[in-house]
């Protein structure tokens, strides 16, 4: 038998299993363009349910309150900054200290350069006449020493501040002193 296909113009019929070219060009740039709209909505923050907060209108029927002990303007602070004599290191030692008060609360904030402690520990004091108040212990290393000390505002009386040298970590009294200063 004559193959009369070929003579007529006909095709040969195709082989089952194999998807064209197109059909798959088209499948990748339906893929590609949903995940490059997926990117923008997220990156946008418009993705719906994304849990992301933004500005919106308060709801309506709510009533303004004031809240005591706070002016219309704000909280007022007061701010001081402390100098420092080297009592112990004739010079070596260094230290600045700044304390912000007001409104209840009371923050310290001291730095100091010290030669290395040995195994010792740097401690901070507030005092005022006979009252010696711990702020606590020194961090740091080498010959950078800091100290961040938040409490309520009771210590904003207190106008001298110490630096020791603690050899005794335990007892609660100033040891070598290192540092005094005054606000």
């Known amino acids: 038998m004559r193959d009369l296909s070929n003579q007529r113009g006909w095709s040969k019929p195709r082989v089952a299993g194999r998807m064209p070219s197109f059909k798959v060009a088209v499948v990748v740039i339906l893929v590609l363009g949903l995940l490059f709209i997926i990117k923008q ?85 507030l005092v005022s006449g006979g009252q010696v108040r711990d702020a606590g212990f020194m961090s740091g290393s080498g010959g950078s020493w800091s100290l961040v000390f938040n409490d309520s505002n009771k210590y904003s009386a207190y106008n001298t501040i110490w630096i020791t040298r603690e050899i005794t970590t335990e007892d609660e009294k100033p040891e070598q002193h290192v540092l005094e200063g005054s606000f």
């Open 41 to 125: 909505k997220i990156s946008s923050g418009s993705f719906i349910g994304d849990g992301s907060s933004g500005l919106s209108d308060a709801p309506h029927g709510l009533t303004p309150v004031s809240v005591s002990g706070v002016a219309d303007g704000g909280v007022n602070l007061s701010s001081d900054s402390a100098t420092f004599k080297d009592v112990k290191y004739g010079g070596k030692a260094s230290a600045s200290a700044t304390r912000t008060y007001g409104a209840g609360s009371f923050s310290l904030t001291v730095n100091a350069t010290l030669p290395n402690p040995q195994g010792d520990k740097y401690q901070v004091w």
